[in-house]
């Protein structure tokens, strides 16, 4: 016989789950968003601190990984949001080698055009064709005299530009012990140099070190608009960071980007908590209350907001203020298909460039194609970047043969205005943090884990003052990533 189980009236049920969430004995911090900022925050608060803290993470969707995700088009896996690293962007080449993830290089285009809508301004020749290295190495010369021909000295200009920014940010890297934490964004900037590139435009800058209007107008313009979907009168930092992210030795993860978040989460001792949203964050004096969707309360001493605010709805109590900010959104288009060469006045699709870029031109209804991946001579995978969504019937014209379709609105990053007006990475005075404060500078995987290091260093200081500083040997990753994640 089994023994009777006791009956708790209902109303006590109701009244246990209504009184507040218990505090632990370890401090508990809460992570709100589990992309490379949320992840990283968890990652360097365990490098930093011995301390037994309770770590939290919370996430919206079933997956982590935020704006690093990966789209399945035609049984094919490809990187639908962040996609490119930089060879100099440290902390994310760290985590590779923590985690044991294999690097690769990105698709690369063999051949890249510039279109007005009419016709192409520039087109470099394609060495695939040819298949021999020593013709590959003198088309690319080709095309390099080409370039210089048409731009000029400005090319070099815009090199030693981005080269001094790049020099700049890597002050990030200093070891902690000389290097200070940043209480707020400005701050951080200004000490490594930074912050006047965010108080103009970038069009203004590129003016101060004279290069010509022809290569502002095309060249750096198809690469803002690649990377930002902006234009040139985007803010200056974040400019910069789009034209480094253009240039040689750029990487990515072998597999998607998103498994660095997920490898940080596995070996960071987290509690994760997967299609829970925050609704509501209280201040209740020793700690703040977070309300979730599915109706559950996390008492935090410590809460951490790792995700761009501009378009969510969570509620604050007491209400916080930061700067109005309007994110750019990015639609991403896959297909799985045939260009249509006549759109483009060509007569052969082998004609049309693997990358084509356009200049600002209102009429113009796309950012870019690209050719991810090219499965035969006439079938191939392309991705193109717009900021409205492609209607079908605009697809239908620019594609001669579209089997599979897939497309993405991405709330991708902010839209970048000079002067940058920075929302504070404390947004409450006490210990409620804000990661994507640092956004408006530079979007980006490692800009995010850089602001993520800076914060976790601003929690341990601000909170467990007693927290060392020290460079601890870093853990591996129990490697069992997979059942966090899956395509979008
Ligand atoms: C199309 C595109 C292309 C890009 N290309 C590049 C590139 O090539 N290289 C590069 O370095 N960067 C690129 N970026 C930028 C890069 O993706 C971002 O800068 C970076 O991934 C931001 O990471 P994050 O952790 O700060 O935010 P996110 O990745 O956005 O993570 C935030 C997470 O929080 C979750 N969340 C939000 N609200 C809640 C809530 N209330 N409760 C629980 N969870 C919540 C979200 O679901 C999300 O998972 C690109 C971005 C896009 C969109």
Redesign the pocket.
Known sequence: MSTPRAIIPLWILLLLSLSPPTLQSNPTVCI????????SVAHFLRQYSPDPTRILM????GV?????ATVTISGETFE??????HPK?YHVLNYTKLLTLKRREPSSSDSFGIWNGKKFLLKTISARSWKVPIVEKMVSLVNSVYLFVRYGFSLLKMQTFVDDTVERFLNYYQAVEGRPVFESVDEMLEWAGLFNLTTRTLEDQLIDVKISPLLMQELITVITRI?YGQSIYMSGLAGAVSLA?SGGGLWAVEGGNWQM?AGLINSSDVELHLH????SISYLGEYYELNSTKGSSYACEVTVV???LDE?D?HFSPPISIPKRKLQH?H?TFVRGVLNPVYFGMDDVSKIPDLVGTIEDPDLPFTSISVLKQHSEKDFTYKI?SRKPMADALLDNIFRVRKETIQIN?G??PHYKAPEVFAPFVLDGQHLYY??AF?NAA??????AVAAENVARLILSRFFSKASLSSSNLKSSTSDEEHLHQDL
């Not at 919370?58 to 969707?61: A, I």
């Not at 829970?276 to 609704?279: N, Q």
């Not at 979007?443 to 995010?448: A, H, Q």
């Open positions: 709100i968003g589990t992309g490379i900022g949320g992840s919370f996430e919206r969707n982590v990984g935020g704006r690093m639908a949001g962040a996609s490119i690293l962007n990377n992210g978040a829970e949203e925050i609704e790792a995700t761009p969510l969570i990015t991403a970047f991405w991708a990053y990661v994507n956004e979007s980006t995987m490692e800009t995010s």
